[in-house]
């Protein structure tokens, strides 16, 4: 590949995006991706904030596609970078490789539910009788829509559909009857696939591409947003039975029960929900979770029955007798896809009450909808390792975060890759003039939790007080999320100041940026979900150490399975997870050449901890600050600047 024919000043990128400018990072990445796609071999890159890796990439992987006539598969975890990419980057791509004489073709797949099922469509339209009026009408304008539609992913509809509607319309893998259905000439799924089928690259996300549904073959994948593979996998090599979805299950049963005048199955819904219900707060009432738990902490389940109970048991026999006998008429489908969902239902049960591996974490956490018992794996690393990467095609890692104090090597054996290749580019920004850092001493302990919120929350009052612009206030507990909103509220005013969940994350973000003098206050996804340049985020506070939450169930199952097989459950685990978010917290700050701001810790562990430095030292290089009138002269500088 010739380098400066693409990423040159005057190469195709130059071309295709007014305002580029090369950057030797984003080369030195391009380089190492395509010597992958032709030579083979695993990559991990962590590509700092602004190194423009998108496109370090996706240009050598659509070359490589183009010229080659190959498929690669590029995975995000979040739906706001894959729209990033389709949007933006790729048709970037495709304006170079066109100034190049090569057509790229791209396209994007989602999970099976975000399309619309033409059958489904028709055979509710089929049953009026279980539809209101609105929706009637609804159902018909969509009918007359497909008529005409390239495509059948939820997000193109031409009107929203109300979320009970869409999951009796929406594809649903348990029924879709594929090319041999009546349906397949009208199906919009089936474009959406064919243009996969055709694409070189191909968007998926990262739930999707775990999921074992079948994707058009390919001959490389790169996996964006990589720091979170570990959890997307956990997340789909895991399983949840509960009681909210055995009631909404049953309730299909009922439904349909009425339907076909069948008032036994009405009677066997009704004692599988009753029965269901009994056995599932038994088990968590025995692991000593009595009532809703809001951090959804869980509890680990120590012992269970071998067997669901069983009113389940009876449920699905009945219903493969229905199904059966249903053979030839308009209730079949119906009746074959409630059964495999109350299998599937069983079964997911089953894999909780007798896993299949030692190396599995089960517990039971009470949500809103009632108890639910999980299982998710412990070594997701193999899990990977045997599944997503033993296919024998390169697999490309990137993220702006995933070293850690041992550079890349924790990473790479955490999701199965130890012998990839490494490749850290630092960010091009100049952070010892654009940022700044504070360790506040003095905060209480958070064991003492009435004084650890007081604290903070002062202590952030008082650093609002001192930046002129947008404020982000960066939790790990919910609980100490709302308290501290509530007081904070109080002492700042002429300010807005949100929390994450008041509305959603995205329209939330876009007012903070709107603000430009905001104070947002988030957990979670805020760490690394958050992209707002310039002066409307001024000043991020990391309010915790971002470590995993030791009494929640999961992290005391890991413990335990950690020091079982000789590892030491905070140095091999909980610190490089939480050092990784921490530099994603950080991240959040600078994102363009011209942004200035300041990072604020309010645990001082940072500082008298030994591991402490172990956070520092994965910080870049910026200016100290030791008080809040630092902190003040810090944005005066820049204001006179
Ligand atoms: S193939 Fe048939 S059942 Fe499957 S999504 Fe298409 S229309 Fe629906």
């Not at 609002?464 to 308290?483: E, H, I, M, T, Y």
């Amino acid at each position: 590949m010739d380098l400066a024919a693409l990423f040159g000043p005057e190469g195709a990128l130059a071309r295709a995006r007014s305002g580029y400018e090369p950057r030797p990072p984003q080369e030195a990445m391009a380089g190492a991706v395509w010597q992958s796609l032709e030579r083979g071999g695993d990559l991990v890159v962590e590509a700092g904030t602004g190194v423009g890796k998108s496109l370090a990439y996706l240009l050598p992987a659509a070359l490589w596609a183009a010229t080659r006539d190959r498929r690669v598969i590029v995975s995000t975890h979040t739906r706001a970078l894959q729209e990033q990419l389709l949007n933006h980057e790729l048709p970037t791509a495709a304006k170079a490789l066109e100034a190049l004489g090569l057509p790229l073709r791209y396209a994007m797949l989602m999970g099976a539910d975000n399309y619309l099922c033409v059958q489904r469509l028709a055979r509710l339209r089929a049953r009026p009788d279980t539809v209101s009026e609105t929706g009637k009408e609804l159902l018909d304008r969509l009918d007359t829509w497909t008529r005409d539609a390239q495509t059948g992913h939820r997000s193109n509809l031409p009107e929203l559909i109300p979320q009970n509607l869409w999951d009796r319309i929406a594809r649903d893998t348990d029924v879709c009857m594929g090319p041999g259905g009546p349906y397949w000439d009208r199906c919009l799924w089936r474009r959406d696939r064919e243009r996969a089928d055709r694409a070189h690259i191909l968007v998926v996300n990262h739930a999707l591409l775990l999921s074992g549904a079948r994707l058009p073959p390919s001959d490389a994948m790169i996996l964006d947003e990589a720091h979170n593979l570990e959890d997307a996998a956990s997340a789909r090599y895991g399983v949840a039975a509960g009681l909210g979805r055995a009631v909404v299950l049953t309730e299909e049963v009922r439904v349909a029960a009425k339907l076909y005048a069948d008032e036994s199955l009405s009677a066997l819904a009704d004692e599988a929900a009753s029965g269901l219900g009994r056995f599932l707060e038994d088990l968590a009432r025995g692991s000593g979770l009595n009532a809703p738990d809001e951090e959804n902490q869980g509890k680990l389940l120590e012992s269970t029955p071998d067997a669901p109970p069983p009113e389940l048991l009876a449920l699905d026999k009945a219903l493969a007798e229905a199904a059966a006998a249903a053979e030839g008429r308009p209730d079949e489908t119906e009746m074959r896809m409630l059964h495999a969902r109350v299998a599937q239902f069983g079964h997911d049960l089953m894999a909780v009450l007798k896993p299949d591996s030692s190396a599995t974490a089960r517990w039971v956490a009470w949500p809103r909808t009632g108890p639910e018992l999980r299982a998710a794996p412990l070594d997701v690393g193999r899990r990977l390792a045997e599944g997503l990467f033993s296919r024998g095609i390169p697999a490309i890692l990137t993220s702006a975060t995933l070293s850690t104090g041992d550079g890349l090597k924790d990473f790479k054996s955490r999701v199965g890759l130890p012998e990839a290749r490494e490749l850290v580019l630092d960010s091009p920004y100049d952070y010892s003039t654009q940022a700044a850092f504070w360790a506040v001493e003095g905060i209480p302990d958070p064991k003492d939790e009435e004084a650890h919120a007081a604290a903070v929350t002062q202590m952030c009052a008082d650093i609002v007080a001192r930046v002129p612009g947008g404020v982000f206030l960066l939790f790990s507990s919910w609980k100490l999320l709302k308290r501290v909103h509530g007081l904070l509220r109080k002492k700042i005013a002429g300010r807005p100041v949100w929390a994450q969940g008041v509305s959603g994350h995205e329209a939330l973000v876009r007012e903070f940026e709107d603000a430009g003098d905001a104070v947002l206050l988030g957990v979670d996804t805020f760490w690394q979900g958050i992209d707002v340049p310039g002066e409307a985020l001024s000043c991020v506070v990391l309010v915790k150490l971002p470590f995993p939450n030791v009494s929640s169930a999961l992290e005391e199952a890991r413990r335990r399975w950690l020091e079982e097989n000789g590892r030491d459950y905070f140095k091999d685990w909980s610190l490089p997870r939480a050092v990784m978010k921490f530099r994603q917290g950080f991240g959040r700050l600078i994102r363009t050449g011209t942004d200035r701001g300041a990072v604020v810790c309010l645990d001082s562990r940072v500082l008298k901890k030994g591991y402490g430095k172990t956070f520092l030292r994965s910080l870049p290089p910026c200016k100290k600050l030791n008080g809040l009138d630092d902190l003040e002269a810090f944005f005066k500088a820049d204001a006179g600047a």
